[in-house]
């Protein structure tokens, strides 16, 4: 049991629609980031949220975007899919100001495939 | 821009022969070091973590890993490997020592472990 939880595990979308994928941290985790893995690679990292706010974002268009709600959650959307945002999203959990708040604790990812 | 490395993309080996992945970053700063693993239809575990102190880490399962500064390289090691070791090995890295959750992973090192 990873303690994150994601959701839905695997979906499959057409281009230019709307995807919204959900994440439950861990129990006691404050911090919620998110990453992509597309097939054969590492994850990279999408962007953070804490206290509901985005508070970190890596080189990703503005049709990825997503929120935080007050009991930690956290949605990622992204808008107008294209064939290239077909990959594996993974959702991360942290405790802010912790000692080791870089630990992270990731769930079992979504898997979605844009045809 | 700030990059991993990892060495090796498919390491295949027997049972009970010894393990090194190589792992290089480009950031000249501080840095936190960390080595995840992902088994076959399973989610990122941490293996091991270098925040500070001594450079000879070791984590879980019998893996260390031993940070040489001098390199830019975190080298993942084990002594003899089991076939459970059998899965994606990533090395990551977060510059700096702020909470960003940022990660940048390297690409992966596929390790199969024959019987």
């Known amino acids: 049991d990873a303690g994150v939880t994601q959701s839905p595990t695997h979906l499959i979308k057409t281009r230019g629609q709307q995807v919204t994928l959900r994440c439950s941290p861990k129990?006691?985790?404050?911090?919620v980031s998110w990453y992509q893995q597309a097939l054969g690679q590492g994850p990279q990292f999408i962007f953070q949220?804490?206290?509901?706010?985005?508070?970190q974002r890596g080189n990703f268009p503005d049709r990825f975007s997503g929120h935080q709600f007050p009991n930690y959650s956290s949605e990622l959307n992204v808008n107008a899919l294209l064939l290239g945002d077909s990959a594996l999203y993974l959702c991360?959990?942290?405790?802010?100001?912790?000692?080791?708040?870089?630990?992270?604790?990731f769930g079992a990812g979504s898997r979605l495939t844009v045809l | 821009a700030q990059s991993v490395s990892q060495h090796n993309h498919h390491v295949i080996l027997s049972e009970a022969a010894s393990l090194e992945l190589g792992c290089n970053y480009s950031y000249g700063g501080t840095v936190n070091l960390f080595w995840y693993v992902q088994y076959p239809g399973q989610h990122l575990q941490l293996l091991l973590k270098y925040f500070s102190g001594d450079p000879l880490v070791k984590g879980i399962k019998g893996f260390e890993a031993e940070f040489i500064k001098s390199k830019f390289s975190f080298n993942l090691r084990k002594p003899s490997v089991q076939w459970s070791d059998t899965a994606e090995y990533f090395c990551a890295v977060i510059h700096g020592s702020s909470n960003t959750g940022k990660l940048i992973f390297g690409q992966g090192t596929t390790l199969q472990v024959k019987p």
């Open positions: 129990s006691g985790h404050d911090t």
């Open positions: 949220y804490y206290e509901e706010e985005e508070r």
């Open positions: 991360a959990s942290s405790l802010w100001g912790a000692s080791g708040a870089n630990v992270l604790t």
